[in-house]
């Protein structure tokens, strides 16, 4: 029976809190035990009381196996700041071997969410409020793609959530990302064969250091002002990257000991740890590149690598790079060149090459084929016109010399024809029966040449075709005429020559 009391400090005090003590019941070693337990109450003592009265039912339910204790779990979990879930989270995302800036921006992306919306706990997540920051961060600018990370960042929480059993459900399945194709901010483009040759002579004869441009503000003032950046051996830098497609932070990973260029066919590693799939990936690349690699690594320390130093924005000293070899960083349209355009290179030419799209893919590492070939493939009208191109012409002006040798192009009719005609004739005659013989009879019931001469009989093989109806004809009159005599085509393998000895 639970009671109620209050703390000797307490009992003058106007308003202050009861104190509870009732019976609870845990499982030690597979026997049920009753433990007392204290806990504040209300500064209503009736109220204090009747929370008593639950919390022993509770206990007693627990015992005797009415209660799940997954349910009760869920319960104290929804009772826990939203911070501590979220700190938990942050640890397994590190666990699972996720970068260090990656971890930031999801864990950034849901506490930004959850201080905008005003979410304190697990249970105050819910869709439409959610949907309130999506258009907040629309009306502030905020890019289609930006806002689908955010999204997937929160998402990916709850989905920890439920699947841990900290929800009975996921508050935000219902919840669907954005259109990208509506609103890209940023269209990436492919080099063209010539342009890849124009930028690797370029930098090949260039020398270590790249100057780009840079503002700044001092004082409240914008100024402009050069930066220095030294990044030895960019012509094989980005002969390997638009070699095998590797990202930025893939290729910083390489060492000599990633190439084994004597093999058959040769390959590029790149470790699990560096991988974005997380998995360890061995590309093949060609015997040229590679002939082209193994003289730059001559002489290397083989645990060194090969770039350690390279800046995580890569695009101002590619920029640079494409305007001393004479291209345009950013084209008519609008679309840029940076260095993750070199792998939209990569998946262009393997398109471009016909390669299959599972092989092309196996080769660009994406988890599916969709990926691969609408966000990466860069297919442009002259390689659409090009496929147009090797298909068959429609006009008749182009028709092949087989055709005409086939007898099927031109005017003359060949004998194979012929045959196939007049029966096609004598199918016609089979099915139009009783209208054929009755236009072409004369007053005796016997069919009229004249009469079957102006049945259809146009083609400069009437005699022919007027011949077979006219023996259908002949065929269906009579006293014992049924609509089906006469009408079955005969065997043309006893009347006429057979095809192989007309060819």
Not at 94 to 104: F, M, P
Not at 342 to 358: D, E
Not at 406 to 415: A, E, K, N, R
């Amino acid at each position: 029976m639970a009671r109620v009391w209050k703390r000797s400090e307490n009992k003058r005090k106007a308003g202050a809190a009861w104190m509870l003590t009732w019976t609870d019941w845990e499982c030690i070693g597979g026997e049920w035990r009753p433990r007392e337990r204290t806990r504040t109450g209300y500064t209503d003592k009736a109220a204090t009381l009747a929370l008593g009265g639950r919390l022993e039912d509770k206990a007693r339910k627990r015992r005797d196996g009415l209660i799940d204790p997954a349910d009760e779990r869920r319960a104290e979990h929804v009772r826990r700041p939203l911070d501590e879930h979220l700190d938990d989270y942050r640890r397994v995302l590190e666990a699972k071997g996720n970068t260090a800036r990656r971890t930031v921006r999801v864990v950034s992306a849901v506490r930004q969410a959850a201080g905008a919306l005003g979410w304190e706990r697990i249970g105050d997540v819910d869709a439409a409020t959610l949907a309130e920051h999506v258009q907040t961060l629309r009306d502030g600018g905020m890019s289609a793609a930006a806002v689908n990370a955010r999204i997937g960042a929160v998402k990916g929480f709850t989905r920890w959530l439920a699947t841990h059993g900290r929800l009975s459900a996921d508050p935000l399945a219902s919840v669907r990302l954005l259109n990208e194709r509506t609103d890209r901010r940023r269209v990436r483009r492919a080099l063209t064969d010539d342009q890849i040759r124009r930028l690797l002579d370029a930098t090949r004869t260039a020398g270590p250091v790249v100057v780009v441009p840079k503002r700044y503000r001092f004082k409240g003032e914008l100024r402009t002002g050069e930066r220095r950046f030294t990044i030895p051996d960019r012509a094989t830098l980005y002969a390997l990257a638009l070699g095998t497609g590797f990202r930025l932070s893939e290729l910083r990973s390489l060492t000599p000991r990633s190439f084994s260029l004597d093999a058959d066919p040769p390959t590029v590693t790149v470790e699990a740890a560096y991988s974005k799939r997380r998995r360890r990936d061995e590309q093949p690349i060609r015997h040229d590149l590679a002939d082209e690699v193994r003289g730059f690594l001559a002489g290397r320390d083989p645990s060194r690598r090969l770039w350690p130093d390279l800046p995580s924005n890569m695009a101002p000293i590619v920029a640079a790079d494409l305007a001393a070899a004479g291209i345009a960083p950013v084209d008519d349209e609008g679309r840029v060149l940076d260095f993750h355009s070199f792998r939209h290179t990569y998946c262009t030419r393997l398109a471009r090459a016909g390669v299959t799209p599972k092989v092309a893919q196996t080769l660009a590492r994406h988890s599916t084929v969709t990926l691969t070939l609408d966000r990466y493939a860069r297919v442009e009208l002259a390689d659409s016109a090009g496929a147009l191109a090797a298909l068959p012409s429609l006009t008749p002006d182009d028709r092949t010399e087989q055709a005409r040798a086939t007898g099927t192009d031109g005017s003359s009719i060949q004998p194979d024809e012929r045959i196939l005609r007049a029966a096609h004739a004598q199918r016609n005659a089979r099915r139009t029966g009783l209208r054929l013989a009755s236009s072409c009879s004369d007053a005796n019931g016997a069919p009229d040449a004249d009469d079957l001469a102006g049945v259809g009989c146009k083609s400069g093989i009437d005699g022919e075709l007027c011949a077979v109806g006219q023996a259908g004809a002949e065929r269906g009159t009579g006293d014992d005429w049924k609509a089906t005599s006469g009408t079955r085509t005969p065997d043309l393998r006893f009347t006429k020559a057979p095809l192989y000895q007309l060819s």
